[in-house]
């Protein structure tokens, strides 16, 4: 693309609202790809037709707090965040009506045969063999819905000009805002308003403003935005009801509270308190909000759990897009014979990623960091993180447009699919893929470059 169609589009981005600030409050448009990630027909439809399945699967695993509480309580032990979390429940009014919003991201492998032996399946021709590799499951603050989908009209509009290929249509924003309606008017209160837990200094503020507008543009409900400390000194209950600057805040949707920072004052803890108290639809609810950690994700790996929660049909699909998961105790089969899998992953460190329970990005460890944490963890902390295999993710290469710069890269691109499920008690209403997230970046972060180390917003194309 020519220089002066790039600083174009640049602009472009900044009028169609794909916008972020900088940590230094500079404001500038969202790094974005102008290399749309083109996947084939068939790794599509099935990512598309996993959405439901999923989302199935976290409903179902947050309606049984026993289990929950079985995986968790331990780490809870030296994990004084989780500990909090689990606590709310003591005081948890548990709501009849559960709305999940949920992103559920793959890598697609490099290498669907080397993929098949390590799976120990057959050939690439094997209809039982997938070429997607769950990274995880979003089901609290799953962002990005409105600047991905700017995003897809910004490079649509290219491609009506003959400047971009054609790309996979995406509109997750619609379907998230019809959905905070739905369950709005659902409520039944005539001043019904949607409260959005918001993180103090938020750099991603447009992505949220954005549904914000929406949500008043399209169906007239207002949003209240507030952080857990100023949610509990301008909030009440009444009739269980909460009230907020005077409306009552039928839907509570999450875009923080999934990290330690967003407690750090004990306003911001009993913020979350009252939210738990009243009869607010939690978006996601503290059992959602549990089922979606990674700790979860781990033991969902294993077959045997996994078909307590859906049928055999369905565990199987879900099964073949799993990469290998460890707790850091367990005992694997490796090519040297059956050892600890953290002495085996301390001499492989480059074929792991160790994660602690926590979301948000920034983390994980990876490469030579494992080993020196491996290390550092002592004996009563190792059931706060797992042990996930490294996904070799395809490559290709992309234009990423970083802060104004465009540079070429070789890349990755990872591939979210947004779902949106209602239930009542437990039980599926409605249960849909909305559209998707492509984040590209770099395959080699540690390499120098204006855009290395940046994830930015990206189209499909089909093969
Ligand atoms: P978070 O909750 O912080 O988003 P993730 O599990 O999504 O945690 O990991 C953050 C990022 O680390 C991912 O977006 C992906 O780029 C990378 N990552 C995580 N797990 C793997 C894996 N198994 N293989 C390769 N990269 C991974
Ligand atoms: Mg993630």
Known sequence: ????????????????????????????????????????STALQEMTSLTAPFSEL???????????????????????????????????????RQLLI???????????????????????????????RQVELNTVSASFPFLITQLSQLHNSLYEQGLFPQTVANNPLTAVVDAFAQAIRGYAAADAVLLMVIQAAETNLFDQLGLEHLLWKEHKIKTIRKTLPEIYSAGSLREGHLIIDGKTAAVTYYRAGYTPDDYRTPEALK??????????????????QLAGMKKIQQ????????????????????????????????????PAGEMQVSEWVSMNPEKYVLKPQREGGGNNYFESEIPVILQKIRQDEQDAYILMEKIEAEIHSATLVVNGHAETLSCVSEVGRYGICFAENGKLKSNEDIGYLVRTKSENVNEGGVCTGFACLNSLAVQ
Not at 59 to 68: H, R
Not at 282 to 287: E, I, T
């Open 1 to 40: 693309m020519q220089k002066a169609i790039i600083d174009n589009t640049i602009e472009q981005a900044k009028l169609f609202g794909i916008l972020k600030y900088l940590a230094d409050g500079v404001l500038t448009h969202a790094p974005f790809s102008l290399s749309p990630y083109t996947i084939s």
């Open 58 to 96: 976290m409903i179902a695993v947050s309606q049984d707090w026993d289990f929950l509480k079985y995986y968790l309580d331990p780490i809870a032990e030296t994990d004084l965040f989780l500990r909090m979390l689990l606590d709310f429940s003591l005081k948890e009014v548990r709501q009849q």
């Open 102 to 132: 949920q992103r559920n991201d793959f890598f697609i492998v490099k290498n669907q045969f080397e993929a098949d032996i390590l799976e120990n399946t057959t050939s690439s021709s094997d209809s039982c063999s997938s070429v997607l």
């Open 271 to 288: 913020g979350r308190q009252l939210l738990e108290a009243s009869s607010t639809i939690q978006v996601p609810d503290l059992a959602m």
């Open 299 to 334: 033991v969902l790996t294993h077959p045997e759990i996994l078909s307590e929660f859906v049928s055999p049909e369905v565990s199987k699909r879900l099964l073949k897009t799993f990469a290998k998961m460890h707790s850091l105790d367990e005992n694997i089969k490796t």
